[in-house]
């Protein structure tokens, strides 16, 4: 694992070409709930021209389809009934088929949260899985003032604590654990945009 917190060098990836597998660039993130995976993830769309790929986009739309409320307590309910009945590794599958089929040079993947998650991601060339730590009492109030999903606004601290202990976060420290790179994410919008960027240029310095 390495931490990158040198000077920015920022890449430019946007080409709608063809790439190899072996030249794509997929970064996974990784950490728990409200580190800033989501901003993050918008920097390497929005600077780097990267695809965005997320496991709970699939439980979104299926709970959109039913009608059912966008909580995270309905996301968990149909995360877990999916994996119990299709296996663990039902929405890795998925998601790495779709990575391999996308033609686009760069992809990120937010919110990777178990260590089936990376079973089938780990075998794509320029896979690399970055993780982001963040301290407890600032995620909480990011919850809160992001308000992202129903009732997040009037989550307490203790309401907080005890959703890192549901089922669908539970391992993310295991696999936060076989990360390639880490982001603290306890400074400014410009560091983070830093290090994301310096991370970018090492990848690319190795594939070289």
Same mark, same amino acid.
């Given at each position: 694992?390495?931490?990158? +917190?040198?000077?920015?060098?920022?890449? +430019?990836? !946007?080409?709608?070409?063809?790439?190899?597998?072996? #030249?794509?660039?997929?970064?996974?993130?990784?950490?728990?709930?409200?580190?800033? !995976?989501?901003?993050? /993830? /918008?920097?390497?769309?929005?600077?780097?021209?990267?695809?965005?790929?997320?496991?709970?986009? %699939?439980?979104?739309?299926?709970? /959109?389809?039913?009608?059912?409320?966008?909580?995270?307590?309905? @996301?968990?309910?149909? +995360?877990?009934?999916?994996?119990?009945?299709?296996?663990?590794?039902? @929405?890795?599958?998925?998601?790495? *088929?779709?990575?391999?089929?996308?033609?686009?040079?760069? @992809?990120?993947?937010?919110?990777?949260?178990?260590?089936?998650? %990376?079973?089938?991601?780990? &075998?794509?060339?320029?896979? !690399?899985?970055?993780?982001?730590?963040?301290?407890? #009492?600032?995620?909480?109030?990011?919850?809160? +003032?992001?308000? *992202?999903?129903?009732?997040?606004?009037? !989550? &307490?601290?203790?309401?907080?604590?005890?959703?890192?202990?549901?089922?669908? *976060?539970?391992?993310?420290?295991?696999?936060?654990?076989?990360?390639?790179?880490?982001?603290?994410?306890?400074?400014?919008?410009? *560091?983070?945009?830093?290090?994301?960027?310096?991370? %970018?240029?090492?990848?690319? /310095?190795?594939?070289?």
């Amino acid at each position: 694992m390495i931490g990158i +917190s040198a000077g920015a060098c920022k890449i +430019s990836l !946007k080409n709608n070409l063809y790439t190899p597998m072996e #030249k794509k660039i997929v970064i996974g993130l990784t950490g728990q709930i409200a580190c800033g !995976k989501g901003v993050i /993830k /918008k920097h390497l769309m929005e600077t780097h021209g990267a695809s965005d790929y997320r496991f709970s986009t %699939i439980l979104r739309d299926l709970l /959109k389809r039913l009608h059912l409320e966008l909580t995270r307590e309905n @996301l968990i309910h149909i +995360s877990t009934i999916l994996r119990q009945n299709f296996g663990d590794d039902l @929405l890795a599958h998925a998601m790495a *088929e779709d990575i391999k089929n996308d033609e686009q040079p760069f @992809l990120v993947i937010d919110g990777i949260r178990r260590l089936a998650d %990376i079973k089938f991601l780990k &075998t794509i060339p320029g896979f !690399k899985l970055v993780r982001i730590v963040a301290n407890e #009492k600032l995620r909480h109030e990011r919850v809160v +003032s992001r308000n *992202e999903n129903a009732g997040d606004d009037k !989550k &307490t601290f203790a309401d907080f604590l005890q959703d890192q202990q549901q089922e669908t *976060e539970i391992q993310i420290p295991e696999v936060m654990a076989t990360a390639d790179y880490e982001i603290v994410n306890e400074g400014t919008l410009d *560091e983070l945009n830093k290090n994301v960027d310096d991370i %970018i240029a090492d990848i690319k /310095k190795h594939q070289a």
